[in-house]
Every structure is written in C-alpha cells, then in structure tokens.
C-alpha cells in the first residue's frame, strides 16, 4: 500500500507546528565548520548573544500553508565571524529543530544579521 500525507494534511501539521510553542527562538555561532547532521542537540559553538525570539508564521511554498516560517535579526556584541544558525524552542536550553551552517560572515560590534528559516513539508518527488 502507498500512502502519503495530502495537501491538507501538509497544512494541518505546519498549523500544529506554529501553534502552542512552537519552535521560534534563533542562536548564531561562530562553529560552522561542522556540517549538519540529523543528530545534532546544539549549535557547535555557541556565541556569545542571547537567543531571539523570531516572528513565527506558515507561509506557502510549492501547496498552501505548507511551511513553517521564523524570521529573526541578531545584533553582535563584538567582532566575530558567524557560521551557523539554529531554531530551538527556548530562550535558553530547550530543543535544537534546525542547525543550518553557511560561510562565515565576518562582523563588527552593532552588526547584525536578519535570519530567514524555512521548514517545507512536501511531497515525495
């Protein structure tokens, strides 16, 4: 038997995913030099900012309603090169949903970053 999880179905989990308390607070660090893997719990190395708390939304990609959207900016304390970003449901501990790494970016104190992260649900190919 095939089954998949139907358009609605997509949008009903998204729903669910930005109901309650949802996974919305960003952290940069400076470890990107790790890739991504399923089993990460947390950034590599952390700076030395406080989480933010992103605006959190479901947006449409390829279906209606079918990602989860967390749009956050970091302002930096100091000169430093960050590396990686990571959505986590608490402004401190909590879960670690998304790490995503990237070419370092360097900065200087009062910098910023504005972070874009977007979970679709989709189909198979």
């Known amino acids: 038997m095939a089954a998949i ?7 009903g989990i998204v729903a ?8 919305r607070y960003v952290a940069w660090g400076t470890g990107g030099g790790t890739a991504e893997d399923p ?3 947390a950034l590599n190395t952390d700076a030395a900012e406080d989480r933010v708390q992103g605006a959190n939304s479901v947006v449409t990609e390829d279906v ?3 990602t989860y959207q967390v749009v956050a900016t ?3 304390l100091s000169t430093q ?3 990686e970003v990571g959505l986590l449901t608490a402004d401190a501990a ?16 009062d910098d910023s970053i504005q972070f ?3 979970q679709t649900l989709g189909q198979p190919a």
């Open 64 to 66: 209606a309603s079918d």
């Open 94 to 109: 909590g879960d670690l949903y998304v790490r995503g790494t990237f070419t370092g970016i360097p900065l200087d104190a």
């Open 16 to 23: 669910k995913l930005n109901a309650n308390t949802p996974p």
């Open 116 to 118: 874009t992260i977007k």
């Open 81 to 83: 090169t960050i590396s």
């Open 5 to 11: 999880v139907v358009n609605d179905g997509l949008a």
């Open 74 to 76: 970091i302002t930096s």
């Open 39 to 41: 089993t990460d719990e």
